[in-house]
């Protein structure tokens, strides 16, 4: 199956997990994907080490993706941030605004992705294709839906290339997203995130938190296998490959996966998918 992927990392802490990262890339080189991306700390916390990372996968011959996250930066940081991309021959972000952690106080120059969006445009012109995220379950600040709607609007027409979802496990509602925003006039690509599943009970501390909604039917049966890990990951393998398939033949321009740096699983998914 000629389906476009793309694969996204987080920046190791220790040396031992760059070393890791680096045989994680090695095997999922064979799924040729069109970009490997690497998360950003809000605040610029991993600025060095997401850079360190981006040039390592460039230098490996891919495309590389490094996510920027605007919230607490001032201008001046995110220009320097984007001289050094430029210099290292990036061609693609992710922009974001970013979460701080509860108690910083210094929101800084940005308050929201649009900002970050219409800054790298105005100072780099064309020069980056820019990702930015979506929520098809909403964001979980947005009070209402539509809210959400306009935002997600605005962030696009202020210069977005193409979009990425938050990780969901019910299509309808990626479905029903794309509709609404057909309707509002958005026509670039909106690419699922997928988030394979290793550990439900990780899953769910991390859905809680921003807002992924686990249906009651799937979190039963998770439940029910208790530590049985085996039976965990052939049931996550089970429904996330269903997902993907259905995204694809309802017609979602490719996935974007959340490795959580290991590849076991969206290698095995992938295989199951024919790519
Ligand atoms: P925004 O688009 O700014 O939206 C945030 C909230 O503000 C929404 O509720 C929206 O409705 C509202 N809003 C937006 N614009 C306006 C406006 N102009 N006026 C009023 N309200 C507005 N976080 C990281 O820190 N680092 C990462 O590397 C990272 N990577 C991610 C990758 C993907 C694909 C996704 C989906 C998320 C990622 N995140 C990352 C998490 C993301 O930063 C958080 O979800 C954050 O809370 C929102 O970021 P955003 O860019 O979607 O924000």
């Known amino acids: 199956m000629n389906t476009e992927i793309s694969i996204e990392f987080f920046p190791p802490q220790t040396p031992e997990g760059v070393e890791k990262l680096r045989a994680v890339r090695e095997k999922l080189a064979v799924l040729k994907p069109e970009f490997f991306s690497v998360t950003f700390g809000a605040g610029g916390s991993t600025r060095e080490r997401t850079f360190a990372v981006v040039k390592e996968i460039a230098a490996e011959g891919f495309n590389a993706a490094p996510h920027l996250s605007c919230i607490g930066s001032t201008r001046q940081n995110i220009r320097d941030i984007l001289n050094d991309y430029r210099?290292?021959?990036?061609?693609?972000?992710?922009?974001?605004?970013?979460?701080?952690?509860?108690?910083?106080?210094?929101?800084?120059?940005?308050?929201?992705?649009?900002?970050?969006?219409?800054?790298?445009?105005?100072?780099?012109?064309?020069?980056?294709?820019?990702?930015?995220?979506?929520?098809?379950?909403?964001?979980p600040q947005a009070r209402f839906p539509r809210d959400d709607l306009a935002n997600f609007v605005r962030k696009v027409k202020a210069g977005a290339d193409s979009a990425i979802t938050q990780y969901f496990y019910n299509a309808d509602a990626y479905f029903h997203f794309v509709d609404e925003v057909r309707a509002?006039?958005?026509?670039?690509?909106?690419?699922?995130?997928i988030m394979p599943i290793?550990?439900?009970?990780?899953?769910a501390r991390f859905s809680d938190a921003c807002g992924a909604e686990l249906p009651r039917w799937m979190r039963r049966k998770f439940e029910g296998l208790g530590d049985d890990t085996d039976a965990i990951r052939a049931f996550g393998l089970d429904i996330v490959t269903e997902l993907c398939e259905r995204l694809l033949a309802g017609g979602a321009p490719g996935l974007h996966f959340y490795s959580m740096n290991q590849s076991a699983l969206t290698l095995e998914i992938c295989k199951r998918l024919g790519i």
Do not use: M
Request: net charge negative.
């Open 184 to 193: 509002l006039g958005v026509d670039i690509p909106i690419v699922p995130g």
């Open 198 to 203: 290793a550990s439900f009970s990780k899953l």
């Open 87 to 139: 210099s290292a021959g990036i061609r693609r972000i992710v922009a974001l605004r970013g979460d701080l952690p509860s108690g910083t106080a210094e929101a800084g120059e940005f308050r929201y992705a649009n900002e970050l969006v219409e800054f790298i445009r105005k100072e780099t012109g064309d020069h980056f294709r820019l990702e930015v995220a979506a929520y098809p379950e909403w964001h």
